[in-house]
């Protein structure tokens, strides 16, 4: 008996075209606290990540129509996805699947059947980590929200522009890895740039591909 549970309880997307899988591993997954969801297909996962924002996704590599590679890249581009634990679960191992399933974005590889005490132990190593952040990291994300605050109220303000030095008629945001970044000008037309969150990420997750969305002038970002 593998013991359970997670404190605090999780969600994990399982995602296999074998149904005897998805059904064996979700009923593990309950029992140590996760909360579940299940697909068999590529798209249907993406879709139900989108929905859901699971913490973890447990990914078959050999579907049918979309693979597990491509449903990874696809999940690295989901807002409230990009740093989720992606977990490759496949019949196939040796060193060059594991480099394909990183290049995809994957975290880990593993190989079936994945022994259910060592599928935890991953678990809870990679979870624990994930919920780590440093004094450091905490004090720069705190700073960041502040000048976020600033940035928002002086958009419709003049009088907060003026008192900044700022000039908001015209700008833009793009979105960065963990976090967004405004560009305006100050009140001389001289560019200016403020990052809201932790631009280089938490170190375990420095290696994943990020793919940055454009700049969009004159619209609010939604930040989550």
Same mark, same amino acid.
């Given at each position: 008996?593998?013991?359970?549970?997670?404190?605090?309880?999780?969600?994990?997307?399982?995602? =296999?075209?074998?149904?005897?899988?998805?059904?064996?591993?979700?009923?593990?997954?309950?029992?140590?606290?996760?909360?579940?969801?299940? +697909?068999?297909?590529?798209? +249907?996962?993406? @879709?139900?990540?989108?929905?859901?924002?699971?913490?973890?996704?447990?990914?078959?590599? !050999?579907?049918?129509?979309?693979?597990? %590679?491509?449903?990874?890249?696809?999940?690295?581009?989901?807002? !409230?996805? @990009?740093? #989720?634990?992606?977990? +490759?679960?496949?019949? %196939?191992?040796?060193?060059?699947?594991?480099? #394909?399933?990183?290049?995809?974005?994957? =975290?880990?590889?593993?190989?079936?059947? #994945?022994?259910? *005490?060592?599928?935890?132990?991953?678990?809870?190593?990679?979870?624990?980590?994930? &919920? &780590?952040?440093?004094?450091?990291?905490?004090?720069?994300?705190? =700073?960041?929200?502040? *000048?976020? +605050?600033?940035?928002?109220?002086?958009?419709?303000?003049?009088?907060?522009?003026?008192? @900044? !030095?700022?000039?908001?008629?015209?700008? *833009?945001?793009?979105?960065?890895?963990?976090?967004? *970044?405004?560009?305006?000008? &100050?009140?001389?037309?001289?560019?200016?740039?403020?990052?809201? !969150?932790?631009?280089?990420?938490?170190?375990?997750?420095?290696?994943?591909?990020?793919?940055?969305?454009?700049? =969009?002038?004159?619209?609010? #970002?939604?930040?989550?």
């Amino acid at each position: 008996m593998v013991e359970s549970t997670l404190d605090p309880p999780r969600s994990i997307l399982i995602v =296999d075209d074998c149904t005897d899988t998805t059904d064996s591993l979700a009923l593990l997954m309950r029992a140590w606290g996760f909360d579940v969801d299940v +697909a068999n297909q590529g798209p +249907a996962a993406l @879709q139900l990540a989108g929905a859901r924002c699971p913490d973890v996704v447990l990914l078959d590599l !050999g579907m049918p129509g979309m693979d597990g %590679y491509e449903v990874a890249r696809q999940l690295r581009c989901l807002p !409230g996805v @990009q740093n #989720a634990l992606l977990i +490759a679960i496949s019949g %196939y191992g040796g060193k060059a699947r594991e480099c #394909a399933s990183r290049e995809a974005g994957f =975290d880990l590889h593993l190989t079936k059947p #994945a022994d259910p *005490r060592h599928l935890r132990h991953l678990l809870n190593l990679s979870l624990k980590e994930r &919920t &780590t952040m440093s004094p450091d990291q905490l004090t720069r994300l705190i =700073d960041s929200l502040d *000048r976020a +605050a600033d940035v928002v109220e002086a958009i419709d303000n003049p009088e907060v522009q003026r008192q @900044q !030095g700022w000039d908001l008629s015209s700008w *833009r945001y793009e979105l960065i890895p963990f976090g967004v *970044r405004f560009t305006f000008l &100050t009140s001389d037309r001289l560019p200016v740039q403020v990052t809201v !969150g932790l631009p280089d990420g938490p170190p375990h997750r420095r290696h994943l591909p990020w793919h940055l969305a454009p700049g =969009d002038e004159g619209r609010r #970002a939604t930040m989550r």
